[in-house]
């Protein structure tokens, strides 16, 4: 059995309810699902800590947004200037554009696996590469590397943590079954995607963020050389 999700400091928890309290007007799902998500999840600490560490992400393009939650305690905490997300869910789009009201937020409906994507400082994405098409994934990768100035950040799903992977491959195709989701789960090989970033010119490190979770979730950050 894994050890519970350590819970959210102090700081953390009040960001989450600032950014929470953003969508009152959703729906009762996304209510729920917002602060739960912010708060278990561990790429949300993670992410928001390098953000403070590295002195901002500037400019975020967050792909695969969702509704839009990730982003707009970037913003909220002074972790990113301004946000840019994209999704292919227009319901989703829509609650995290009305959550952003009055922040320098734009949320927008696109396919990533055939978008433009915008220059920024950071592009971002959580969770979401191994759920493209085994075709889009490198094409997505390299317009990611060609659209961030500054730096990429990725949670990713590695196919290659053993037990780990097992058991995460297990859960999402159940999970699949159950919401009758027909799309196919291909996990790319994190050595793979930090080659492509590698060859763009960025410096990568990859770290566990999987804690208190039996799932084989891992933060890629590829910083791009030559700047200071």
């Given at each position: 059995?894994?050890?519970?999700?350590?819970?959210?400091?102090?700081?953390?928890?009040?960001?989450?309810?600032?950014?929470?309290?953003?969508?009152?007007?959703?729906?009762?799902?996304?209510?729920?699902?917002?602060?739960?998500?912010?708060?278990?999840?561990?790429?949300?600490?993670?992410?928001?800590?390098?953000?403070?560490?590295?002195?901002?992400?500037?400019?975020?393009?967050?792909?695969?947004?969702?509704?839009?939650?990730?982003?707009?305690?970037?913003?909220?905490?002074?972790?990113?200037?301004?946000?840019?997300?994209?999704?292919?869910?227009?319901?989703?789009?829509a609650?995290?554009?009305?959550?952003?009201?009055?922040?320098?937020?734009?949320?927008?409906?696109?396919?990533?696996?055939?978008?433009?994507?915008?220059?920024?400082?950071?592009?971002?994405?959580?969770?979401?590469l191994?759920?493209?098409?085994?075709?889009?994934?490198?094409?997505?990768?390299?317009?990611?590397?060609?659209?961030a100035?500054?730096?990429?950040?990725?949670?990713?799903?590695?196919?290659?943590?053993?037990?780990?992977?097992?058991l995460?491959?297990?859960?999402?195709?159940?999970g699949?079954?159950?919401?009758?989701?027909?799309?196919?789960?291909e996990?790319?090989?994190?050595?793979?995607?930090?080659?492509?970033?590698?060859?763009?010119?960025?410096?990568?490190?990859?770290?566990?963020?999987?804690a208190?979770?039996?799932?084989?979730?891992?933060?890629?950050?590829?910083?791009?050389?030559?700047?200071?």
């Amino acid at each position: 059995m894994p050890d519970a999700v350590p819970p959210a400091a102090p700081g953390l928890e009040a960001l989450i309810a600032d950014v929470s309290h953003r969508y009152a007007g959703a729906s009762r799902f996304t209510r729920n699902f917002v602060p739960s998500k912010l708060k278990r999840d561990p790429a949300t600490a993670a992410i928001l800590g390098l953000a403070q560490r590295v002195g901002g992400f500037g400019h975020v393009l967050d792909l695969g947004c969702g509704r839009g939650q990730l982003g707009l305690a970037l913003l909220v905490s002074g972790g990113a200037s301004q946000v840019t997300g994209m999704d292919i869910d227009g319901v989703k789009v829509a609650e995290a554009q009305a959550a952003a009201r009055r922040l320098p937020a734009r949320f927008e409906r696109a396919d990533l696996a055939k978008a433009a994507l915008p220059p920024v400082d950071t592009a971002l994405m959580a969770d979401v590469l191994y759920q493209l098409p085994d075709g889009a994934q490198v094409p997505v990768l390299d317009r990611m590397a060609a659209a961030a100035r500054r730096r990429v950040v990725m949670r990713l799903f590695d196919p290659e943590l053993g037990w780990r992977s097992a058991l995460g491959m297990a859960m999402e195709r159940a999970g699949r079954a159950l919401r009758r989701d027909g799309a196919a789960v291909e996990p790319m090989p994190v050595s793979a995607v930090v080659a492509r970033f590698e060859a763009a010119g960025f410096r990568c490190t990859v770290r566990p963020c999987w804690a208190g979770t039996p799932l084989p979730n891992v933060l890629l950050v590829g910083e791009r050389e030559g700047l200071g």
